[in-house]
């Protein structure tokens, strides 16, 4: 089993409750979501680390509105976040032929694929 490259499991947080309410609460039972799921992405998920830790009401489909497997939206929002990720951690690898498609639109990808310019903090632009 791989540890996961976008969440740490250690922190008992859920990573719905954070992204979407701010909400860093430890909770007591928390599932495994592979992030890129359907025939054998669940397994290059794993693989690759591209699985976050969320509470029932966000995971489940008997869960609240905003779960995982309910909510197309919240779905993308982790596909994206999954490929920002992965993109940062394994950067001579292509998401697309490993996983059969691409979630980051261009802008999107220049953005997690530009170095930083010597002496500005990331997330920083020079004008």
Do not use: W
């Not at 969320?54 to 869960?63: M, R």
């Not at 596909?79 to 261009?106: S, T």
């Amino acid at each position: 089993m791989s540890k996961s490259i976008m969440h740490r499991k250690e922190d008992k947080t859920c990573y719905l409750c954070m992204k979407l309410h701010h909400n860093y609460s430890r909770h007591g039972n928390l599932e495994e979501h592979h992030v890129m799921y359907g025939g054998q992405n669940r397994r290059l998920s794993e693989k690759y680390g591209l699985k976050v830790y969320l509470c029932i009401n966000h995971h489940t489909y008997d869960g609240g509105p905003e779960a995982v497997h309910r909510n197309d939206d919240i779905r993308r929002m982790l596909e994206k976040d999954a490929q920002r990720a992965f993109e940062r951690a394994y950067p001579a690898l292509n998401f697309r032929e490993i996983f059969g498609k691409n979630v980051l639109d261009e802008f999107e990808r220049q953005q997690v694929c530009r170095k930083p310019e010597a002496g500005i903090p990331d997330g920083f632009i020079s004008l």
